[in-house]
């Protein structure tokens, strides 16, 4: 990886007029936009289809797509729309904030229309697209529509027959639930086929993608419920364990993700064959993927199912290095970036180190000690430094709770913060000028934005992953300042 810089943004957050952020023109704008401003690479979160709580590392498959980004203008040069199926429709009374509510019912209203036109058209690539992807897809698909049919109850509170995946059971409903299947298998084929055709422009532009996977999947979604035996499931399917983080400086009670964990010894029996193919499927859709909560792989925390916090849970050995040699064997190199954030033993760092894979460097969690390893002077080259990431408040939302505290008075003498350049400017200097080869921003920071654009809380349900940028502050004038400051600490 060569000394480069880009942006982190999430789909969901560019602007447009269908309630949330889409592959539309405004993402191909996005694209020109990184470009302009001297940028390699658009960093993006999970791309999944999201579930209850529209977290992005909560999907109802660790393999399909979000609808919710599919772009109703590209459907209409298909003639699967007519314009007046989309355009005034109450997508949400706020530009800048997603109303999931709202989008959930009209959004999946609009792409039944088009599901309806496109029965119309020539099937020939959608069946090809069945066939590749049918590994993953037909669970997907046949999850949705009993979900559907069960009221969008969980797997876990369907009927017995269906839960436990009885055969004749099986057979029932994808004969009686055929058309509601196949609308599924559409919807996954045009998403895949904008994202696709997204990717592509990006990278003419010069612009690699840094897409982002869960470690988990989620207890709601069709993985757990088509491959009960990869899991740490009791005797009725319910989870033993579940996954989260001990207490930390993000929440006093720790983080109770829910996720189930695993059955690490089952994995390796079959030498890791759904991992692989896992990660096989997400290079077909990103340049470089971030692996989330890297050192679960080393050492996970695993909460007695039921629990209400994290709080008494306990470390138990993960796969290890195991996993990722047998993925470098099946895969060769490939271009992973881990998430090595929060607690960190000796081993997480040796096993890390082992991988050969760049961790990451967060500006924000610098201060507060002389020696911290993300204090810019500690940092080594094969790494990827941030101001912060998505679970961050941004910059100036940092510094507005810390402006009086010795924490940021160490900051401001640190890195030289002046009011003239502005402290966001001084933070990006920081992480700009820092050896990591690779640096990447979120766009909040640039724009210098409050805690009102923060995209997630870690910890908490309701009123994340809402912001959406203003498109009037995408301006000449930000791509000029960004463009400059890429070529100053020569990452252009």
């Not at 509170?157 to 299947?181: A, G, H, M, N």
């Not at 008075?409 to 009011?419: P, T």
């Not at 920081?430 to 809380?457: K, M, Y």
Request: hydrophobic residues 35%; neutral net charge; contains cysteine.
């Amino acid at each position: 990886m060569k000394r480069s810089s880009g942006i982190l943004m999430h789909i969901s957050s560019l602007p447009g007029n269908f309630g949330i952020g889409t592959l539309g023109k405004e993402a191909y704008k996005f694209v020109d936009f990184l470009k302009n401003s001297g940028q390699s690479y658009w960093q993006i979160l999970p791309l999944g289809h999201t579930s209850y709580g529209d977290s992005p590392y909560q999907c109802f498959s660790a393999f399909a797509g979000n609808p919710y980004f599919i772009d109703f203008d590209l459907l209409e040069e298909e003639n699967l729309l007519l314009k007046e199926d989309y355009i005034n429709i109450d997508y949400g009374n706020d530009e800048n904030k997603i109303d999931y509510g709202k989008i959930y019912y009209e959004r999946k209203n609009i792409l039944k229309k088009a599901y309806k036109n496109f029965l119309n058209k020539n099937q020939q690539l959608f069946t090809k697209f069945k066939e590749e992807n049918y590994f993953w897809l037909e669970d997907y698909s046949l999850y949705m529509a009993i979900k559907e049919e069960f009221n969008l109850k969980s797997w876990q509170q369907w009927d017995e027959d269906i839960r436990i995946r009885k055969k004749y059971v099986l057979s029932y409903y994808k004969v009686k639930l055929k058309d509601e299947i196949n609308y599924w298998a559409f919807v996954q084929f045009k998403f895949f086929e904008q994202w696709n055709n997204l990717k592509v422009y990006a990278n003419k532009k010069g612009i690699k993608i840094i897409g982002d996977i869960p470690i988990y999947v989620a207890e709601d979604g069709s993985d757990i419920w088509a491959n009960p035996k990869m899991f740490n499931l009791d005797e009725n399917l319910k989870p033993k364990v579940v996954a989260g983080c001990p207490p930390d400086a993000f929440a006093k009670t720790g983080q109770l993700w829910g996720n189930p964990i695993y059955n690490w010894t089952y994995l390796e029996s079959n030498a890791y064959k759904w991992w692989v193919l896992r990660i096989k499927e997400s290079f077909k859709l990103y340049d470089v993927v971030r692996i989330d909560h890297f050192r679960g792989f080393e050492s996970y925390w695993e909460v007695p199912y039921g629990d209400k916090t994290a709080e008494f849970g306990r470390w138990v050995k993960g796969p290890g290095i195991k996993l990722f040699n047998t993925i470098k064997d099946k895969l060769g190199n490939l271009n992973i970036i881990a998430e090595d954030l929060g607690f960190l033993t000796q081993e997480v760092i040796d096993f890390k180190d082992e991988t050969g894979y760049p961790g990451m460097k967060v500006l924000q969690f610098a201060f507060g000690s002389y020696n911290s390893g993300y204090m810019p002077h500690n940092y080594e080259k094969n790494s990827v430094a941030y101001t912060g990431t998505h679970d961050n408040d941004t910059i100036k939302g940092w510094i507005d709770k810390e402006r009086s505290s010795e924490i940021f008075k160490q900051a401001k003498e640190y890195l030289g913060l002046n009011e003239e350049e502005g402290y966001n400017f001084g933070f990006i200097r920081g992480a700009f000028s820092s050896v990591s080869d690779l640096v990447i921003i979120p766009l909040q920071d640039f724009l210098n934005l409050g805690t009102e654009a923060r995209i997630n809380i870690p910890s908490t349900l309701g009123g994340n992953w809402t912001w959406r940028v203003d498109r009037k502050l995408l301006t000449e004038e930000l791509e000029k300042k960004i463009y400059k400051i890429t070529e100053l600490y020569g990452r252009l």
